[in-house]
């Protein structure tokens, strides 16, 4: 698979239509009535919560800059495949900060298919004394009007298949700040077809796939990522535990998403602490929640 020039213009050569098939079989909608958002007792009452509905909504989420994640490395492994596999990078002084302005603009909010499980517990709710929400992936696809998907592990099953379709690859040599150009003419040589709407349904599914992908290392995590496009203009800034600067957008969710909420296993007092909890959702009009705590044993 190679880019070639037809008519002045650049395409991608090769199997590209077996290429794209394997991308819409790979990448999957969430097909699970729930998914879990680990995260600390802060985070519940500090802003996820609104005590007063605004338009119906009472619910909100943070996605974080993926400049912000705790590992860049994490969200741009898709970015780093068509780099290291399709174009060769030349050395140039402008490769963080093109690279930084690409991500910019990029959200994320993760999930897991795991209810209760001590490696999500340890690795993403303060060791495990915060909690797992429970919520309806029906609902935030209905209010989120963003790409929700599950992570495509770069298992060596899955690494094979892709360089199956570039078997026989020229990569194509340009400078970091020509690199989103030349991705997007990858995007636009997955179609041949001067259909306008069915290019932009190839370039949207190759996206999804470079966004979902992520390292095999993790795959026990059994992720689900809410990606967040959005405008400067509406983000917003934090500072986080004192000592980083972290860009988020917010997007809101009526009652109805959250389902259930569990307290971790660590937590110095859980039945205390569900009880708590329970009383406040109460008083905000958030009665149906179920409140439970986990049902693993703990050793820190």
Request: charged share 25%.
């Amino acid at each position: 698979m190679e880019l070639i020039y037809r008519d002045d213009h650049p395409v991608l050569s090769g199997d590209a239509e077996g290429l794209h098939k394997y991308i819409c079989e790979t990448v999957k909608p969430v097909d699970v009535p729930h998914v879990y958002h680990y995260t600390s007792l802060d985070a519940l009452f500090n802003g996820m919560l609104l005590e007063q509905p605004v338009n119906g909504m009472q619910i909100c989420l943070w996605a974080s800059s993926v400049l912000c994640v705790n590992d860049t490395q994490e969200v741009r492994i898709g970015f780093d495949f068509v780099r290291d596999h399709i174009v060769k990078i030349e050395d140039t002084n402008d490769d963080v900060d093109v690279m930084t302005e690409m991500m910019a603009g990029y959200y994320v909010t993760s999930f897991s298919l795991l209810r209760d499980s001590l490696l999500m517990w340890r690795g993403y709710a303060k060791n495990a004394t915060g909690i797992s929400i429970c919520f309806d992936v029906n609902v935030l696809r209905q209010y989120a009007k963003d790409s929700l998907m599950k992570c495509v592990y770069l298992t060596p099953e899955v690494l094979d298949k892709i360089r199956s379709y570039m078997k026989d690859s020229k990569p194509v040599s340009c400078t970091f700040g020509q690199f989103a150009l030349v991705c997007f003419v990858l995007l636009i040589g997955l179609s041949k077809s001067k259909d306008k709407e069915k290019v932009a349904g190839r370039i949207s599914a190759f996206l999804d796939f470079l966004m979902s992908l992520k390292n095999m290392d993790y795959i026990d995590e059994n992720e689900v990522r809410l990606f967040v496009v959005e405008e400067n203009s509406n983000a917003k800034s934090r500072v986080r535990e004192q000592k980083e600067v972290v860009e988020y957008v917010e997007r809101f969710f009526p009652k109805e998403a959250i389902v259930e909420i569990m307290v971790g296993p660590n937590n110095v007092d859980k039945e205390k602490t569900a009880f708590l909890i329970k009383r406040y959702l109460d008083r905000i009009g958030m009665s149906h929640v179920k409140v439970t705590t986990s049902g693993l044993h703990y050793r820190g």
